[in-house]
């Protein structure tokens, strides 16, 4: 009951931002028009085949669905590859730092140096990076932007995962220290075993555990960067319909296929950690 309403909540809440637009529809501020929107907006839910919008370039209608499912698959084609693959580099540096102290150091410094740039200068000073390259040796690594003949997926994925990377280490990193003070692992190594078996054995669920719960944050951070990242990238992706259309009911729409989703992910995560613990998760 308690989640049931928590979802409502959240949809309403949604709901009532993606109307807002229409306070400012004639340039000045109107709770009429707000009024209105969240009526028609309310009413067209009902009717998600009736629901068009205009293309702003060449004023073309087009029913939102399933135009959308384009977009919305290429933005998460990006956020859950970007996601996945940084949990694993993470668990690889976790190992090296556990196994190595001079790879504990290089990557604590590293990643140190990173998590102090804002995460939104990754995306200019990779694109930098890639162009420098290009002009002294001719050879294109990635195709940075999205064009009529060719879709970029490779290094917008490859930029996005710097921003979960970063924050996943310095989290797993803290809990690795803590795992390695604890008595078992003494013990197992006492035993014989390898460092890649008490690693395997004794420390990875844990870090595990630890990223679980705190999944929720490293998401929404890894999305909001996508975001923008889009629109650098010239990416077909749901900012789209974020940035470029006032319409309540399309924003609404947006919204909802983003959330759903990804609530749907952390209810997995919940779960899991539930299993594995007894105890829920912050909501």
Request: charged fraction near 10%; proline fraction near 4%; charge should be positive.
């Amino acid at each position: 009951m308690k989640n049931i309403l928590r979802v409502s909540i959240n949809i309403s809440m949604l709901f009532l931002i993606a109307c807002l637009p229409s306070l400012f529809k004639t340039q000045h501020f109107s709770l009429a028009n707000y009024i209105i929107a969240v009526k028609e907006t309310a009413l067209a839910i009902f009717n998600p085949a009736d629901i068009v919008f205009v293309n702003q370039r060449s004023g073309t209608a087009y029913n939102l669905f399933p135009f959308i499912l384009e977009p919305w698959f290429n933005t998460f084609t990006i956020l859950v590859s970007a996601i996945f693959l940084s949990l694993l580099l993470s668990l690889v540096l976790m190992f090296l730092m556990y196994r190595y102290q001079w790879a504990e150091k290089i990557i604590y410094a590293v990643n140190n140096c990173l998590s102090i740039i804002p995460d939104i200068f990754y995306i200019p000073i990779s694109i930098t990076i890639v162009i420098l390259i290009y002009q002294y040796t001719g050879m294109l690594l990635f195709e940075i932007a999205t064009s009529q003949s060719s879709n970029a997926v490779a290094f917008p994925v490859l930029v996005l995962l710097i921003i979960p990377t970063v924050n996943s280490v310095t989290l797993l990193y803290e809990l690795m220290k803590n795992e390695k003070k604890n008595m078992y692992v003494e013990f197992a190594i006492s035993k014989g075993l390898s460092d890649f078996e008490v690693f395997r054995r004794h420390i990875l669920n844990n870090l595990m555990l630890g990223y679980l719960i705190n999944l929720k944050q490293l998401i929404w951070i890894t999305l909001s960067s996508l975001l923008f990242l889009e629109r650098i990238m010239n990416i077909f992706g749901v900012s789209v319909f974020i940035f470029d259309y006032n319409s309540p009911i399309v924003l609404f729409i947006t919204f909802m296929m983003l959330y759903i989703p990804i609530a749907l992910l952390f209810s997995a995560a919940g779960y899991i950690v539930n299993r594995m613990t007894g105890r829920r998760m912050a909501e």
